[in-house]
């Protein structure tokens, strides 16, 4: 039977009232309208007025209507399980009866409320809704047809996983084939839809779309000159998707798609060439990328230098002819949210790896745009191909660089930087003039050239650096100190990015002109507005990391700490600021070592807090969810690691301190947190304290050791990495008494350091910590040599010489003397380990000959020559050179 369900008069105009008022941009209306919306959800038919509004009440104005629609919707997402039957059924039924409504905004709104009835679960129990929606499909009204495809749209959007499931008896079956005939439909819209909901189904790799693939690829070459941009987009799309899963199809093809493909990157419509240009990204990516482009690159590479121009609009929307703004403070959307990243121990290796995580230039607005994708796209391409590409961008780059139009020479400078890393090698001989033409480009007149070629002298910082200092790196840090003082704010973040990319170049080259940096940055600190500022404090950061123990000098503290302290003591608990600035903080204290002292006290203590805060108000959480807001955990985590960096940077001077707070009962909550980026940093916190002070860490050992067993989890590589260095740290500290432990992380370490593709960073601590526990406990560890010593010597090859390293080779040699049958079959694994050492300490080196003579001798000397023509000769060298064997 129908749902008989009528109004109340008076109810309604209350309802149309909130709507209307909610309508007002007026914030304290808005709150009290929040609250009469809470209040009115009590009324189990509230909702019923709603749908009502939405769906029946004609006579009101189409904006009300939708927003009537929309609450409903939150309500839904909220607290659809409370709804009663009644309510339940008229609402679905009201939907379904107007999805053909006249308006295109009320369709639109009744096809959101569908589907998020639908992804609360209730596909199962609303078996009627797809086939309704598929047989109003072939309704001759175009308004039924349109309504029902756009839901459906969303419905595939938002439930594409369930749809391709059992739960649903197989949908797509039909489904799919339906929606391929509506390619051709008359409408361009229905087309879109049509394309739009298959494309759902690609990357899930759908059963039902797989068996109609060739269909489909044709009627999508079909669209491939549809008139309508929203059809020539899905069909970008849909061949961009298709590249990743099914290449198979699309290789008879291929060469016909990228001439497609290199029309549609030249779409009059800016968001069809968008998509287009991500088939560029996606196919770099395929190992046949080199064999299909390579015919095409002279026509491609101008495509998408062309495309990395700024358009009108952008220039618009980038102010970029407002030169100076440095005055006006910024608002607050423009800041994006900042990911901290928690402390991870590594070891430093001989040749030190370019760690690239290049933030592009402009990610300030309107985050993902044709010109984005374009250098994204030379910039994949540049990798792939490298130096081939050279011949094809460099006439152009010619053109370019030296163009009379600013717009032009900006995005010849972007080129520029997009190839630095695919093509160094071929630029080096191109350098020597450029790099001084690009530190003339900095003091261009135009605020977006000047922040465009700070980015591109970025990416050739390595090759500054490798220079001798007076010729480059001197003339590129003054000008780009100039322009971190530019009195235009987008320079001065780009500047400032720029110099924290040089600093880890540079590293202590930077020492002779450390009071000139300094100066600069403490008096950009009056300068900045608040964006800037949170780069500025990653500059310090950065600088302090590089140039370590020589920022220790009390002319730089002088300058340095005192506006760091300011900010610190004028920013709140709870602000968000904290993080970037506690990372710098963390930093500064580890360089500075002793010279940190005078300012560690306020500081720890205020680390402390925030973590107890942050405990607090979880454990509230959890007990009364709906009552306690979750906390934001990244406080935690950031203390955690400044606390960290005062245990590296003060050493046994912290001590004191910990003495005086429950810091380590506050670490043992924080170690058996749910969240791994707090353990991360929790386990890092008690490999530092071991080191500065461990008689106050000695008495929980017994309580840490447990947990940090059930922590050597590979899933969580950082956790699992922290974790293993702790227990080094603690077994160097413990020695014998660390005996009744090795039971609980044995057997996990050795099965890290056999499995596949385990991380370097964890593969190379999880051996410095088996080498240590051996060292502490011989007898405990040596019977299991045999499953570890073939990659223990592998991973610990390319590491430096220093402290751990020792200790771990100290404990080897100690398990080879009480197991020594252990290492015979892997025995040249472990000579190639020990030639990897440049400088051991004099009786370490006695070891290792007493071991490489002790083997030598016990298989004679014909046995050794047979043994160590294997090796390579460098090994062969070293080994005769220093070991005499």
Same mark, same amino acid.
């Given at each position: 039977?129908?749902?008989?369900?009528?109004?109340?008069?008076?109810?309604?105009?209350? @309802?149309?009232?909130?709507?209307?008022?909610?309508?007002?941009?007026?914030?304290?209306?808005?709150?009290?309208?929040?609250?009469?919306?809470?209040?009115?959800?009590? &009324?189990?038919?509230?909702?019923?007025?709603?749908?009502?509004?939405?769906?029946?009440?004609?006579?009101?104005?189409?904006?009300?209507?939708?927003?009537?629609?929309?609450?409903?919707?939150?309500?839904?997402?909220?607290?659809?399980?409370?709804? =009663?039957?009644?309510?339940?059924?008229?609402?679905?039924?009201?939907?379904?009866?107007?999805?053909?409504?006249?308006?295109?905004?009320?369709?639109?709104?009744?096809?959101?409320?569908?589907?998020?009835?639908?992804?609360?679960?209730?596909?199962?129990?609303?078996?009627?809704?797809?086939?309704?929606?598929?047989?109003?499909?072939?309704?001759?009204?175009?308004?039924?047809?349109?309504? /029902?495809?756009?839901?459906?749209?969303?419905?595939?959007?938002?439930?594409?996983?369930?749809?391709?499931?059992?739960?649903?008896?197989?949908?797509?079956?039909?489904?799919? =084939?339906?929606? +391929?005939?509506?390619?051709?439909?008359?409408?361009?819209?229905?087309?879109?839809? /049509?394309? *739009?909901?298959?494309?759902?189904?690609?990357?899930?790799?759908?059963?039902?779309?797989?068996?109609?693939?060739?269909?489909?690829?044709?009627?999508?070459?079909?669209?491939?000159?549809?008139?309508?941009?929203?059809?020539?987009?899905?069909?970008?799309?849909?061949?961009?998707?298709?590249?990743? %899963?099914?290449?198979?199809?699309?290789?008879?093809?291929?060469?016909?798609?990228?001439? &497609?493909?290199?029309?549609?990157?030249?779409?009059?419509?800016?968001? %069809?060439?968008?998509?287009?240009?991500?088939?560029?990204?996606?196919?770099?990516?395929?190992?046949i990328c080199k064999d299909v482009l390579c015919r095409h690159l002279t026509?491609?590479?101008?495509?998408?230098?062309?495309?990395?121009?700024?358009?009108?609009?952008?220039?618009?929307?980038?102010?970029? $002819?407002?030169?100076?703004?440095?005055?006006?403070? !910024?608002?607050?959307?423009?800041?994006?949210?900042?990911?901290?990243?928690?402390?991870?121990?590594?070891?430093?290796?001989?040749?030190?790896? @370019?760690?690239?995580?290049? $933030?592009?230039?402009?990610?300030?607005?309107?985050?993902?745009?044709?010109?984005?994708?374009?250098?994204?796209?030379?910039?994949?391409?540049?990798?792939?191909?490298?130096?081939?590409?050279?011949?094809?961008?460099?006439?152009?780059?010619?053109?370019?660089?030296?163009?009379?139009?600013?717009?032009?020479?900006?995005?010849?400078?972007?080129?520029?930087? *997009?190839?630095?890393?695919?093509?160094?090698?071929?630029?080096?001989?191109?350098?020597?003039?450029l790099i001084p033409h690009l530190i003339q480009c900095l003091s261009n007149?135009?605020?977006?050239?000047?922040?465009?070629?700070?980015?591109?002298?970025?990416?050739?910082?390595?090759?500054?650096?490798?220079? =001798?200092?007076?010729?480059?790196?001197?003339?590129?840090?003054?000008?780009?100190?100039?322009?971190?003082?530019?009195?235009?704010?987008?320079?001065?973040?780009?500047?400032?990015? *720029?110099?924290?990319?040089?600093?880890?170049?540079?590293c202590t080259e930077l020492v002779p002109y450390l009071a000139y940096i300094?100066?600069?940055?403490?008096?950009?600190?009056?300068?900045?507005?608040?964006?800037?500022?949170?780069?500025?404090?990653?500059?310090?950061?950065?600088?302090?990391?590089?140039?370590?123990?020589?920022?220790?000098?009390?002319?730089?503290?002088?300058?340095?700490?005192?506006?760091?302290?300011?900010?610190?003591?004028?920013?709140?608990?709870? $602000?968000?600021?904290?993080?970037?600035?506690?990372?710098?903080?963390?930093?500064?204290?580890?360089? +500075?070592?002793?010279?940190?002292?005078?300012?560690?006290?306020?500081?720890?203590?205020?680390?402390?807090?925030? %973590?107890?805060?942050?405990?607090?108000?979880?454990?509230?959480?959890?007990?009364?969810? !709906?009552?306690? #807001?979750?906390?934001?955990?990244?406080?935690? @985590?950031?203390?955690?690691?400044?606390?960290?960096?005062?245990?590296?940077?003060?050493?046994?001077?912290?001590?004191?301190?910990?003495?005086?707070?429950?810091?380590?009962?506050?670490?043992?909550?924080?170690?058996?947190?749910?969240?791994?980026?707090?353990?991360?940093?929790?386990?890092?916190?008690?490999?530092?304290?071991?080191?500065?002070?461990?008689?106050?860490?000695?008495?929980?050992?017994?309580?840490?050791?447990?947990?940090?067993?059930?922590?050597?989890?590979?899933?969580?590589?950082?956790?699992?990495?922290?974790?293993?260095? /702790?227990?080094?740290?603690?077994? @160097?500290?413990?020695?014998?008494?660390?005996?009744? &432990?090795?039971?609980?992380?044995?057997?996990?370490?050795?099965?890290?350091?056999?499995?596949?593709?385990?991380?370097?960073?964890?593969?190379?601590?999880?051996?410095?910590?088996?080498?240590?526990?051996?060292?502490?406990?011989?007898?405990?560890?040596?019977?299991?040599?045999?499953?570890?010593?073939?990659?223990?010597?592998?991973?610990?090859?390319?590491?430096? !010489?220093?402290?751990?390293?020792?200790? *771990?080779?100290?404990?080897?040699?100690?398990?080879?003397?009480?197991?020594?049958?252990?290492?015979?079959?892997?025995?040249?694994?472990?000579?190639?380990?020990?030639?990897?050492?440049?400088?051991?300490?004099?009786?370490?080196?006695?070891?290792?000959?007493?071991?490489?003579?002790?083997?030598?001798?016990?298989?004679?000397?014909?046995?050794?020559?047979?043994?160590? $023509?294997?090796?390579?000769?460098?090994?062969? #060298?070293?080994?005769?050179?220093?070991?005499?064997?």
């Amino acid at each position: 039977m129908e749902y008989a369900w009528k109004p109340d008069e008076q109810g309604l105009q209350q @309802i149309l009232q909130l709507l209307k008022e909610s309508q007002s941009p007026d914030t304290t209306m808005q709150r009290a309208v929040q609250q009469k919306l809470e209040q009115l959800n009590q &009324y189990p038919d509230f909702n019923n007025y709603l749908i009502f509004v939405l769906t029946k009440l004609k006579s009101e104005d189409e904006p009300t209507r939708s927003l009537s629609g929309l609450i409903l919707k939150n309500n839904v997402k909220a607290h659809f399980h409370n709804f =009663p039957n009644g309510v339940t059924d008229f609402i679905k039924s009201e939907c379904l009866n107007n999805i053909g409504d006249s308006s295109p905004l009320i369709r639109a709104t009744v096809g959101i409320l569908i589907t998020t009835i639908a992804s609360k679960g209730e596909l199962q129990n609303w078996p009627e809704l797809l086939p309704k929606l598929c047989s109003l499909l072939d309704s001759e009204d175009y308004n039924t047809c349109e309504g /029902a495809f756009g839901a459906l749209q969303k419905i595939c959007e938002d439930s594409a996983e369930i749809l391709d499931s059992d739960v649903l008896d197989r949908p797509l079956n039909i489904m799919i =084939p339906k929606f +391929l005939q509506f390619f051709k439909h008359s409408s361009p819209k229905i087309r879109s839809h /049509a394309v *739009a909901c298959v494309n759902q189904f690609i990357i899930i790799r759908t059963q039902a779309l797989m068996l109609h693939i060739d269909a489909f690829i044709e009627n999508l070459f079909a669209l491939a000159g549809d008139e309508e941009p929203e059809v020539r987009k899905n069909v970008c799309r849909a061949l961009v998707m298709l590249l990743e %899963v099914r290449m198979d199809r699309l290789l008879p093809h291929i060469i016909s798609i990228v001439e &497609y493909m290199l029309q549609r990157t030249q779409d009059q419509d800016e968001n %069809v060439a968008l998509e287009a240009c991500e088939f560029w990204l996606t196919l770099a990516e395929q190992p046949i990328c080199k064999d299909v482009l390579c015919r095409h690159l002279t026509k491609l590479i101008p495509v998408l230098v062309n495309g990395m121009k700024y358009s009108e609009i952008d220039i618009i929307l980038l102010k970029g $002819d407002v030169e100076e703004d440095e005055a006006i403070p !910024d608002s607050e959307q423009d800041i994006r949210p900042r990911f901290h990243r928690s402390r991870t121990v590594a070891q430093q290796h001989e040749e030190d790896d @370019i760690v690239d995580d290049d $933030d592009d230039d402009d990610d300030t607005f309107s985050d993902w745009n044709l010109r984005k994708c374009s250098a994204a796209a030379l910039d994949v391409l540049a990798n792939v191909f490298r130096d081939e590409l050279l011949p094809h961008i460099l006439p152009l780059l010619k053109e370019l660089l030296f163009h009379h139009e600013w717009v032009v020479k900006e995005s010849g400078i972007l080129v520029l930087g *997009a190839i630095a890393e695919g093509c160094m090698q071929g630029m080096i001989p191109y350098l020597p003039e450029l790099i001084p033409h690009l530190i003339q480009c900095l003091s261009n007149k135009k605020s977006l050239v000047r922040s465009i070629t700070c980015w591109t002298l970025s990416r050739y910082a390595h090759w500054v650096v490798s220079q =001798p200092p007076d010729t480059f790196l001197k003339p590129l840090m003054t000008e780009l100190l100039k322009r971190i003082l530019d009195s235009n704010k987008r320079v001065q973040e780009a500047a400032c990015s *720029a110099f924290a990319t040089l600093e880890e170049e540079a590293c202590t080259e930077l020492v002779p002109y450390l009071a000139y940096i300094l100066d600069t940055l403490v008096f950009a600190f009056s300068k900045y507005q608040h964006k800037n500022l949170l780069i500025l404090y990653d500059a310090i950061g950065t600088l302090a990391d590089s140039v370590g123990h020589h920022l220790n000098k009390p002319e730089y503290i002088q300058m340095l700490m005192p506006p760091l302290i300011q900010k610190w003591n004028t920013l709140k608990d709870e $602000d968000k600021d904290l993080f970037p600035l506690l990372e710098c903080l963390s930093s500064v204290a580890t360089a +500075l070592q002793s010279g940190f002292l005078p300012y560690c006290e306020p500081v720890y203590q205020r680390c402390v807090n925030l %973590v107890q805060k942050t405990l607090a108000q979880a454990m509230l959480h959890n007990a009364q969810p !709906d009552q306690n #807001e979750a906390p934001d955990k990244d406080f935690m @985590i950031v203390a955690l690691d400044l606390l960290s960096g005062l245990a590296e940077g003060l050493g046994g001077n912290i001590e004191q301190l910990v003495a005086r707070s429950n810091v380590l009962t506050l670490m043992y909550q924080c170690m058996q947190d749910k969240m791994p980026e707090v353990r991360q940093s929790s386990f890092a916190l008690l490999g530092d304290l071991t080191k500065a002070c461990f008689q106050h860490v000695k008495p929980c050992i017994a309580d840490f050791m447990p947990i940090l067993g059930t922590n050597l989890n590979p899933e969580f590589i950082s956790v699992c990495n922290n974790a293993t260095w /702790a227990i080094g740290e603690i077994s @160097i500290q413990m020695g014998i008494e660390m005996q009744p &432990y090795i039971p609980m992380v044995l057997h996990q370490l050795v099965e890290i350091i056999n499995r596949p593709n385990t991380p370097k960073t964890l593969l190379e601590n999880t051996a410095i910590t088996i080498g240590r526990l051996g060292y502490v406990c011989p007898q405990e560890v040596a019977p299991m040599l045999q499953q570890f010593i073939r990659p223990w010597c592998t991973s610990l090859r390319n590491i430096r !010489d220093n402290e751990e390293k020792d200790s *771990a080779f100290r404990g080897i040699c100690t398990m080879i003397s009480v197991n020594p049958s252990g290492v015979v079959q892997d025995f040249i694994f472990f000579c190639d380990a020990v030639a990897s050492w440049i400088s051991p300490k004099d009786d370490l080196r006695d070891t290792f000959c007493k071991i490489l003579h002790g083997f030598k001798n016990q298989v004679g000397d014909e046995n050794w020559r047979h043994f160590s $023509d294997q090796f390579p000769l460098p090994l062969k #060298e070293r080994l005769a050179a220093y070991y005499g064997v």
